[in-house]
C-alpha cells in the first residue's frame, strides 16, 4: 500500500498577533514536514466576523516569513486545495451539513440562546454535565417547515451516538474519550457559519492533511472531530497535541491576555529571528544550549518522540540569553547590516559601512537585542545628549565637574595626535593631583561624553 505525502497545517484565526505559542506550533509543523518530505500548508481560519481582519492577517503572514516559516500553499500563493482563507470556503460547508442532514446525521436546532442557558443551568442544578438534551432532535419534518416559514433561523447540531472514542495521539499515546460528555454539538451556527469543529475537520479532509500537530489544549477537540470524519467517511489524520506555553503567571499565552508575548513585539525590540526559532525549539524539545545548530540540523534532530508533555514557559529573560549568545557569533560585517535600522539611516548614510562595521564590534559584547544599538545611535547624533539620572547625579559633582575641564583642555591639545588608548591613559596624571582613582578616572567622562553609566569600552 502507498504512503500518503505528509502534509500538515498551521491554521491561525487573524484576530491578533502571532505569539510565541503559535510560532512554536508553527514551527513543529514545518520541521516535521520538512523531515518527511512533505507539505506545510498555512490556512486562515477567518469565520470569526467579529474579531478577524485582514491587517493582523497580513502581520501574521509577514512575521512566519520573517522567521523563516516559509509554507507551500497558502492564501497567498495559492495551491491546489484552495481556497485557504475559511471566509471563502463558507458554501463547502454548508454542502457537507447538508450532506449530514440528508444522511440523517444532523439535525436542525432551533434552541435560543436563553432556552439553551436555562437547560445548561437546570443540570448544573441537577449536577449533569452541561451539555444539550437532544431537544430539538425528535422535531418532525411538519415541525420545521413550520419554524421555516416563521422566518427563524436555525442551527445545525451534529448527532452523537453513545460510545467510545478512542486515538493514538504521537506524542501522549492512548487517549479515550466518552461522548457521553459532550453530547450532540453545532457544526453549523443560526447565522450560517461554521463551527470550528467542523470547518476544521472539512478543511483538513479536503487539503488531504495526514497529521495534525497543535496544541494539548485542543485534545477535547478531537473525539468530535473524529466522529465528524467517520460520518463523512473521511479517513481521520493522525493527531500530535505538544503542551501549551505558559506566561510567568502559569496562565497559558493567549491573544486575548495581557500576558501575550507576540512575535511582532520581540521582532521590534530586535531579537533576532534565528534566536527566536532556537528558543522555542528549547520550549519542550530541544535540548538546552543548543544553539549552534543551523536550520537543516533542527530539521534532521526533530521528531515528535522527544517533544515533552510537560508545559513550557515563557521565560524573556532566558530568550535574552540566548539572542545575546548569536549577537556574539555575528561577524562585523552582518551585525552592522543588523544594527543600521536600529542606529538610524541617517546616521548610517552620514558615518558610511566602515564606521558602522566598526561600530558594531565595538557594541557587540553591550548587545543584548538590536534595540540596545539605538542609544549608541543617539550619542552621535547632533543635539544636546540625554542624561540618565545617575549619569546628572556624577556631573553635578564640583570636583568631577573640574577633572572634566582639566580632561577636556588636555584633549584638544592632544588629539587626534594619539591614539583613544593613549587618550585615556593621560587622564591618570590629571586623576593622581585630583586624588581620582579606579572606575572614577573613567565614569565621569562616559557619563559626559554618552550621558550613562553603562556602554561599549570608551
Known amino acids: 500500500m502507498k504512503k500518503d505525502k505528509v502534509r500538515v497545517r498551521f491554521a491561525p484565526s487573524p484576530s491578533g498577533f502571532l505569539h510565541i505559542g503559535n510560532a512554536r506550533t508553527a514551527l513543529y509543523n514545518k520541521l516535521f514536514a520538512q523531515k518527511n518530505g512533505g507539505s506545510f500548508i498555512l490556512r486562515i481560519e477567518d469565520t470569526d466576523v467579529e474579531r478577524s481582519s485582514k491587517e493582523a492577517e497580513q502581520i501574521i503572514m509577514e512575521d512566519l516569513k520573517w522567521l523563516k516559516i516559509d509554507w507551500d500553499e497558502g492564501p497567498d500563493i495559492g495551491g491546489n486545495f484552495g481556497p485557504y482563507r475559511q471566509s471563502e470556503r463558507i458554501s463547502i460547508y454548508k454542502d457537507m451539513a447538508q450532506k449530514l442532514l440528508e444522511d440523517k446525521k444532523a439535525y436542525f436546532c432551533f434552541c435560543t440562546p436563553l432556552e439553551l442557558e436555562e437547560m445548561k ?7 449533569q454535565p452541561p451539555r444539550y438534551n437532544g431537544r430539538c432532535l425528535s422535531l418532525t419534518k411538519a415541525e420545521i417547515e413550520k419554524f421555516l416559514a416563521e422566518g ?8 452523537v ?14 487517549l479515550k474519550f466518552d461522548t457521553s460528555s459532550f453530547g450532540d ?17 472539512v478543511d483538513d479532509a479536503m487539503m488531504k492533511i495526514t497529521h495534525v500537530i497543535r496544541g494539548e489544549d485542543h485534545i477535547s477537540n478531537t473525539p468530535r472531530q473524529i466522529l465528524l470524519y467517520k460520518a463523512l467517511n473521511f479517513t481521520s489524520p493522525l493527531f500530535a497535541h505538544h503542551s501549551i506555553t505558559i506566561g510567568k503567571d502559569n496562565r497559558p499565552l493567549s491573544k486575548r491576555e495581557k500576558n501575550m508575548i507576540s512575535i511582532r513585539y520581540l521582532r521590534e525590540k530586535g531579537y533576532l529571528a534565528e534566536a527566536i526559532i532556537h528558543y522555542i525549539a528549547m520550549l519542550g524539545w530541544l535540548k538546552q544550549g543548543n544553539i549552534s545548530l543551523s536550520w537543516d540540523e533542527l530539521v534532521e534532530n526533530f521528531s515528535l518522540e522527544k517533544v515533552s508533555i510537560r508545559r513550557a514557559m515563557f521565560d524573556e529573560e532566558q530568550l535574552k540569553r540566548v539572542n545575546h549568545k548569536i549577537i556574539l557569533e555575528k561577524d562585523p560585517e552582518e551585525l552592522a547590516k543588523l544594527i543600521s535600522p536600529f542606529i538610524g539611516e541617517e546616521l548610517c548614510n552620514e558615518k558610511g559601512s566602515k564606521w558602522i562595521k566598526e561600530a558594531a564590534e565595538l557594541l557587540k559584547d553591550n548587545i543584548i537585542t538590536l534595540e540596545d544599538a539605538r542609544a549608541f545611535g543617539e550619542i552621535f547624533k ?9 549619569a546628572a547625579e556624577i556631573l553635578e559633582n564640583d570636583k568631577v565637574r573640574t577633572y572634566l575641564r582639566r580632561v577636556a583642555s588636555l584633549w584638544r ?4 595626535k594619539v591614539t583613544p588608548k593613549e587618550a585615556l591613559e593621560s587622564v591618570k596624571e590629571i586623576g593622581e593631583e585630583l586624588n581620582i582613582h579606579g572606575k572614577n578616572l573613567y565614569m565621569p567622562i562616559r557619563a559626559a561624553l554618552t550621558g550613562k553609566l553603562e556602554g561599549p569600552e570608551l
Open 152 to 159: 427563524r433561523k436555525p442551527a445545525i447540531r451534529f448527532h
Open 121 to 127: 443551568k437546570e443540570q448544573i442544578k441537577k449536577k
Open 185 to 201: 454539538f453545532v457544526i453549523i451556527k443560526s447565522d450560517g457559519m461554521p463551527s470550528y469543529n467542523f470547518a476544521v475537520v
Open 382 to 390: 547632533k543635539g544636546e545628549i540625554s542624561l540618565s539620572d545617575e
Open 161 to 174: 451516538q453513545k460510545g467510545v472514542v478512542e486515538f493514538t495521539d504521537l506524542i501522549r499515546g492512548k
Open 413 to 416: 591639545l592632544s588629539l587626534p
